[in-house]
């Protein structure tokens, strides 16, 4: 199984841009789907948006679209959301996720590897 690590969390002012970063080690990345999923405090887990293994292609949260982009590069093991406009309410600790189980999924509980989390505040 891999190993997942995010980075590239901090502390912006709203309309500003963050891409955050997920690197896997430990395993062959390119046949695990990978997802963004964010928590801030009190709140439930939330999908952020999926990329797949096989052919990649992306799709989002429908109030994300638009402003987030998901990417990866399997050569250098690592996946990227890139973030623009963000608001206030995107404040959270981000996580990304892998599974081999699907091709691509929505459902956190699908995913089977976590990352540690990155902490994103967006100021008003």
């Known amino acids: 199984q891999v190993q997942l690590a995010e980075s590239g969390g901090g502390s912006v002012q709203a309309g500003a841009s963050l891409t955050l970063s997920c690197v896997a080690s430990?395993?062959?990345?390119?046949?695990?789907?990978v997802a963004w999923f964010r928590q801030a405090p009190g709140q439930e887990r939330e999908f952020v948006g999926a990329i797949s293994w096989n052919d990649p292609t992306a799709y989002y949260a429908d109030n994300e679209k638009g402003r987030f982009t998901i990417s990866r590069d399997n050569a250098k093991d690592t996946v990227h959301l890139q973030m623009n406009s963000l608001k206030p309410e995107d404040t959270a600790v981000y996580y990304c996720a892998a599974t081999r189980r699907y091709s691509i999924s929505r459902y956190d509980f699908h995913y089977d590897q976590w990352g540690q989390g990155t902490q994103v505040t967006v100021s008003s």
């Open positions: 430990g395993g062959t990345f390119d046949d695990y789907a």
